[in-house]
T-cell receptor
Framework: EAGVTQSPTHLIKTRGQQVTLRCSPI?????VYWYQQALGLGLQFLLW???????NRGNFPPRFSGRQFPNYSSELNVNALELEDSALYLC?????????????FGPGTRLTVL | AQSVTQLDSHVSVSEGTPVLLRCNYS??????LFWYVQHPNKGLQLLLK??????LVKGINGFEAEFKKSETSFHLTKPSAHMSDAAEYFC???????????FGQGTELSVKP
């Protein structure tokens, strides 16, 4: 069974640009989550989508946004990139809404903002 | 609000000796707790989870953790460290409404030959 996949693996952008990261969940999983792992800041929750709807949002500015498609894949968009957006962006998926459900993580997309 | 505190940012052990990674949690309700591991340049892998069943939880690769409500702790242990255990370990609590995972700051485990 294929795990969570993310693309691209690495990305280099300049300040002010926009970026789109993509995630495909495990087959059968309806929930997709996005996390940011920035140096010195640890792992922080960004967004949670389930059945196409945004369910929860972390403490990030509105220039971080996303969506979930009918096939449950997801995109994370970041507008007006800033240097501090440089981080590993991790996507995870799970079976659904229960807090007991394990989240399975993808390998991440490494974003560097110059 | 829920939170987790990992008491050591770095732990170093010799191969074949026991591993103890400490985690305290804070929660106003019965929590769901997890330990995840992250090897260099890799994603996160679930080691084990506690969801209000048995307080001693066994995970993959010989790891286990004990939920102690009186001490609000969820320490991770392994009887004998292997070189391949060198990685960063995260103690995690699940948000009450589900979805959001709240991560500790991580403990880097080094294993010396």
């Amino acid at each position: 069974e294929a795990g969570v996949t993310q693309s691209p693996t690495h990305l280099i952008k300049t300040r002010g640009q926009q970026v789109t990261l993509r995630c495909s969940p495990i087959s059968g999983h309806t929930s997709v989550y996005w996390y940011q792992q920035a140096l010195g800041l640890g792992l922080q929750f960004l967004l949670w989508y389930d059945e196409g709807e945004e369910r929860n949002r972390g403490n990030f500015p509105p220039r971080f946004s996303g969506r979930q498609f009918p096939n449950y894949s997801s995109e994370l968009n970041v507008n007006a990139l800033e240097l501090e957006d440089s981080a590993l962006y991790l996507c995870a998926s799970s079976l659904g809404l229960s807090r007991d459900h394990e989240q399975f993580f993808g390998p991440g997309t490494r974003l560097t903002v110059l | 609000a829920q939170s987790v505190t990992q008491l050591d940012s770095h732990v170093s052990v010799s191969e074949g000796t026991p591993v103890l990674l400490r985690c305290n949690y804070s929660s106003s309700y019965s929590p769901s707790l997890f330990w995840y591991v992250q090897h260099p340049n890799k994603g996160l892998q679930l080691l084990l989870k506690y969801t209000s069943a048995a307080t001693l939880v066994k995970g993959i690769n010989g790891f286990e953790a004990e939920f102690k409500k009186s001490e609000t702790s969820f320490h991770l242990t392994k009887p004998s460290a292997h070189m391949s255990d060198a990685a960063e370990y995260f103690c995690v609590v699940s948000d009450r409404q589900g979805g959001k995972l709240i991560f500790g700051q991580g403990t880097e485990l080094s294993v010396k030959p």
